[in-house]
T-cell receptor
């Protein structure tokens, strides 16, 4: 089955630790995105990548880092510099860069800082 | 007390009723609009889309209406079912924004059996 997967579903982190969230897609999509969702809020863009080996900051990139070494993978690292990391993180992909098309979302990772 | 910001706008309907969810968008240059459905604890799913050269588009039990004059988008769900209970987001996309969607805050739809 084609799709976009995120792991783990739930993640707990101690303050001061970095943690990496996985996002993989087998849809052969060029573009991938990371969003953060807080209770009662819409989706806020963290980082996006329109092509392999290139990525751009979104609206709330501070305290986060990404890499795009492979077309199918776009991991997100939440660093200790992110002051309020507890949230629901969503990864998405879309077929082509710089075009009008829908995004396909993964199931999300819920990160809790203890 | 609780922060108002934690609560989404909510629409509560009876099973079988028609539902209308509204969205005001901000960018008059937006060319493409999408409605997503997000069930609790899951990622959003595509429902229907519409381009700016249209004012209405119909899907299965859903209709999207676009009023560019007042920058307003609506999603109509016919014969609403309990399985329609979810948060609904609109997204707007413009070429000037590098084709990156801007999402609305969302509306929570609650369907009572």
């Amino acid at each position: 089955d084609g799709g976009i997967t995120q792991s783990p579903k739930y993640l707990f982190r101690k303050e001061g630790q970095n943690v990496t969230l996985s996002c993989e897609q087998n849809l052969n999509h060029d573009a991938m995105y990371w969003y953060r969702q807080d209770p009662g809020q819409g989706l806020r863009l963290i980082y996006y990548s329109q092509i392999v080996n290139d990525f751009q900051k979104g609206d709330i990139a501070e305290g986060y880092s990404v890499s795009r070494e492979k077309k199918e993978s776009f991991p997100l690292t939440v660093t200790s510099a992110q002051k309020n990391p507890t949230a629901f993180y969503l990864c998405a992909s879309s077929t082509e860069r710089y075009s009008y098309n829908e995004q396909f979302f993964g199931p999300g990772t819920r990160l809790t800082v203890l | 007390g609780e922060s108002v910001g934690l609560h989404l706008p909510t629409l509560s309907v009876q099973e079988g009723d028609n539902s209308i969810i509204n969205c005001a968008y901000s960018n008059s240059a937006s060319d493409y609009f999408i409605w997503y459905k997000q069930e609790s604890g899951k990622g959003p799913q595509f429902i229907i889309d519409i381009r700016s050269n249209m004012d209405k588009r119909q899907g299965q039990r859903v209709t999207v209406l676009l009023n560019k004059t007042v920058k307003h988008l609506s999603l109509q769900i016919a014969a609403t079912q309990p399985g329609d209970s979810a948060v609904y987001f609109c997204a707007e996309i413009s070429s000037g924004g590098s084709y990156i969607p801007t999402f609305g805050r969302g509306t929570s739809l609650i369907v009572h059996p």
